[in-house]
């Protein structure tokens, strides 16, 4: 940003805003017509990159003693097979769901890793070849953790959403998956079917709702944590350049963990409705 220094206000707003196809910041909500190009950037980016790094494990796997990095892969496809053998009782489906779900935890750990890069080197960056362009280096809005913009996350609960219909159709049947639509949970009565139905529907809207929402609200408090110890970087004295570095590393060891947890919790939950698709009520 040109002029004077940013106030603290103005820094975590701008930090905030989303480079999008308006021109104008958008925070982590979604707005319809609003497409954040930032979000979409990194997160197709950091997802080819997840494809690559499964396809290198894979053609780098020896039947010999594996190195650092395939046994790191390794034990990642042990735990999710486990996960999905215990969750997910059709083989011929987990043949696919399996590796999916491996993919969707590296692509959303990798997304949420992003968020241990410092606060303002990126946006620095662009902010330079931003004006460079000859745009107003004000309006360089650029923020990198997608996973923390809610039109992303829903998105991705809303994917799994569609897996889950998917599977409904093709373990059930159209009709038998219509019939489950009016007849669960309270029974197969004609008065009980528009009761049935609502709450079928309701089901499915909170399940996709939550998925993404938790996933969204993690990260968008762990972005907004980091901004604001980049703020204590600002204040030009001694105590505020020790209490950033303290802090930010602090919090750093400990998003590792969040950042973890938070793919594994989505990749988790991705089983289990996948896997409940496959029951019948």
């Keep these: 940003m040109a002029g004077n220094a940013p106030t603290a206000s103005e820094y975590v707003i ?6 999008n196809n308006t021109g104008h910041p958008q925070e982590s ?8 190009l930032d979000s979409m950037f990194f997160s197709i ?7 690559f790094i499964l396809w290198l494990a894979a053609r780098k796997a020896t ?12 034990l990642l496809v042990e735990m999710v097979a486990d996960q999905a053998k215990g969750i997910v009782h059709s083989a011929e489906s987990r043949k696919f769901v399996a590796p999916l779900a491996l993919t969707v935890f590296v692509w959303i750990f990798l997304m949420n890793a992003m968020d241990l890069l410092p606060v303002d080197l990126i946006p620095m960056l662009w902010t330079g070849a931003y004006s460079a362009a000859g745009g107003d280096p004000a309006h360089a809005y650029m923020r990198i953790v997608a996973t923390a913009d809610l039109s992303a996350a829903l998105g991705l609960s809303i994917g799994v959403l569609l897996l889950c219909l998917y599977y409904n159709v093709k373990i059930k049947g159209v009709s038998g998956w219509v019939h489950e639509l009016f007849t669960a949970p309270f029974g197969s009565h004609p008065l009980l079917y528009p009761v049935n139905f609502a709450m079928q529907i309701i089901e499915f809207l909170a399940k996709t709702v939550s998925h993404g929402m938790r996933l969204f609200g993690n990260m968008y408090a762990g972005e907004l944590v980091f901004i604001l110890i980049a703020l204590l970087g600002g204040t030009a004295t001694v105590f505020g350049f020790a209490g950033h570095v303290i802090a930010g590393t602090i919090w750093a060891i400990f998003h590792i963990l969040i950042i973890t947890l938070q793919a594994f919790i989505f990749m988790m939950l991705t089983l289990v409705y996948v896997g409940q698709a496959h029951e019948s009520h």
Excluded at 14 to 19: A, D, Y
Excluded at 29 to 36: D, R
Excluded at 45 to 51: D, H, K, R, S
């Design 45 to 51: 980016a950091l997802g080819l990159l997840t494809v």
């Design 14 to 19: 701008h930090h905030l805003g989303h480079f």
């Design 63 to 74: 039947s010999g003693v594996p190195g650092r990095f395939q046994g790191i892969v390794e």
């Design 29 to 36: 909500i979604v707005n319809w017509g609003v497409i954040n």
